[in-house]
C-alpha cells in the first residue's frame, strides 16, 4: 500500500500516470517523460528508487532518483554539449561533460551520461553509425562509432540482451525478461533492476533548463568528475 501511494504521488508531481493494463501511451521516441521503479544492488546496500525521465530531444533530456519516500536522490540535466549534476543533500551542483560516467552513491557505471535515457528505454545500444551488425557464431556482433564492441541477442526491433567489451573484458551485462531489464556490473559491483510505471508526453512548452541553479552553490557533487 505504502509502495502504490509512493508511486502515485511520484506520477503526479511529474505529470504522469500509471498506464492502465495493456496500455501504452502514444509517445514521441525523442519528446516524453516516463516513471521507472528500480532497485539497485551493490557491495553496500539495497536502494529502492523512483526515477523520472524527461525527453526534451534526442540529445537532451532530465533523469531525477528519488526514494521510496519522495525525497530527491539526485538530479542529471544532459544538453547537447554539457551535463549538470545535482545533489539536493548538499545543496550542490557541478558541471560535467555529458561522455563521462555517472557516479552517484552505489551507482557507478562507466556507461557515458549521454547513454542513460536510451537505456532505460531498451534502446541501447543504438545502431546509428558504426560498423553492421553481423552474427557470430548465432550471437550478434557490433563496434558502434565511438568505437565499443557490443554483443548479444538482437529482435527485430531491439536487443534483448548485450554485453559491453572493453580491451578485450566484459565490462556491463544488459538482459530484458518480460518488462523488467536488468543492468550489472563490476569494479565496483553492482545490479540495477528496473520497470516502466508510466509514461506521458511532454507539455511542448517544458525546456532543459541547463541556467537553473538557484539555490545551489557550484562545487564537487557524488566524486563526478569536471568538465
Known sequence: MVLALV??????SAGLRPPTVGERPAVSVDRGQWLFRAELDSRESRTSLRLTLRQFGSEEFELSAFDLLGQPRWR??????????????????????????????DFRSPLPLEDLSRLLRFRLPEEAGGDAVA?????AAWVDGAKRRWTGERSARRWTRWTLWAAERPVLW??????????????????????????????????????????????????????
Not at 508511486?7 to 503526479?12: N, Q
Not at 542529471?76 to 557516479?103: K, N
Not at 552474427?135 to 550471437?139: A, C, F, K
Not at 540495477?192 to 512548452?205: G, H, I, M, S, V
Open 7 to 12: 508511486l502515485d504521488g511520484c506520477a503526479s
Open 135 to 139: 552474427m557470430v557464431r548465432g550471437e
Open 76 to 105: 542529471l540535466l544532459v544538453g547537447e554539449s554539457q551535463a549538470l549534476i545535482f545533489d539536493p543533500i548538499a545543496r550542490r551542483y557541478c558541471r560535467i561533460d555529458r561522455r563521462a560516467p555517472l557516479v552517484v552513491h
Open 174 to 227: 544488459f538482459r530484458v525478461e518480460g518488462e523488467e531489464a536488468t543492468l550489472s556490473g563490476q569494479e565496483p559491483a553492482f545490479q540495477l533492476r528496473w520497470r516502466e510505471a508510466a509514461r506521458e508526453e511532454l507539455p511542448t512548452a517544458l525546456k532543459l533548463e541547463l541556467s537553473s541553479v538557484a539555490g545551489f552553490e557550484e562545487g564537487g557533487c557524488f566524486d563526478s568528475p569536471a568538465s
